[in-house]
């Protein structure tokens, strides 16, 4: 599909905003982007539009993309130290838009769920941000290490913090 991007086949960057445009999204939303995450995308979508001649052949374009996106969002929010409620509301509804699986939507209930999001929600940013790739979007450790643009060992000492400080304020979770 690149190729043909490459090539100018419009219909071919088309189709690839409809196949990581929702992962995408909801990057931008668990990311902090909050109501300005269509923009977020958008913007990202451009920037790796410009940037698609310099793509290295053969790596994957979706933790590429994710990349930008995340980088996206915290361009949008440099400076904040806190999420406003909206935003946490937002982060909410994007928990529920990647899907967890259904048995831990049923063994999570609201107010469990709520208590967890509140406490991903006061983790450190490098943190939060490693919690959000793998358990919210799914993303594997070598994907999460290419979209936060860090080695693959930090992504597991800072799951590993980010899990046991969770630990910590949710004993029950």
Known sequence: MLARIRADES????????RHGPMARRVAVLSGAGSDADDVVQEAFVKA????????EGAEFRPWL????VNESRNLHRGHSRRSDREL??????????????PAELAVG??????????????????REVVTCRYLL????????????V???????????????????LPDV
Not at 49 to 56: D, K, P
Not at 151 to 169: F, M, N, W, Y
């Open 11 to 18: 219909a071919a960057f088309a189709e690839l905003v409809n």
């Open 49 to 56: 539009y410009r940037a698609l001649w310099t793509f290295r």
């Open 66 to 69: 994710l990349r930008i996106v």
């Open 89 to 102: 509301r937002v982060a909410r509804d994007g928990a529920r838009l990647a899907r967890w699986p259904d």
């Open 110 to 127: 609201d107010e469990r769920r709520t208590a967890l999001l509140g406490a991903i929600r006061t983790l450190p940013v490098d943190l």
């Open 138 to 149: 799914e993303l594997s450790e070598r994907e999460t290490a290419h979209v936060l643009a």
């Open 151 to 169: 080695p693959p060992g930090t992504v597991k000492s800072r799951l590993h913090r980010a899990l046991a400080t969770l630990r910590g304020e």
